[in-house]
């Protein structure tokens, strides 16, 4: 997902006159748009498919950076003592 400078930042006011042309855009193109305000970066619009999306990726990057300090921490289990693990969490569900 990037953000091309040429077609990606957009003024506010443009925005505010044009709002259903940037959905449709949205809606085609999958790219984000920046807003902005006086200059300056103000925020962010995006597809919603995008956006649902990019929170997966998000949530299972964190997962991923949790696994990998969990393992750091020397908290894991031998292929045993996880099987053993999920067979008594399972035992309480039948």
Known sequence: MNIS???GIEPLSEFRKKSADFIKRLKKEKQP???TQHGKSA???????E????????EMLEDL???KQQVEQGKTYSMDEAKERIENHLSKWK
């Open 43 to 49: 925020a962010v619009l995006m597809d919603v498919s």
């Open 33 to 35: 748009i920046v807003l």
């Open 5 to 7: 400078i040429a077609s």
């Open 51 to 58: 956006y649902e999306r990019f929170t997966k990726k998000m």
């Open 65 to 67: 950076l949790e696994a």
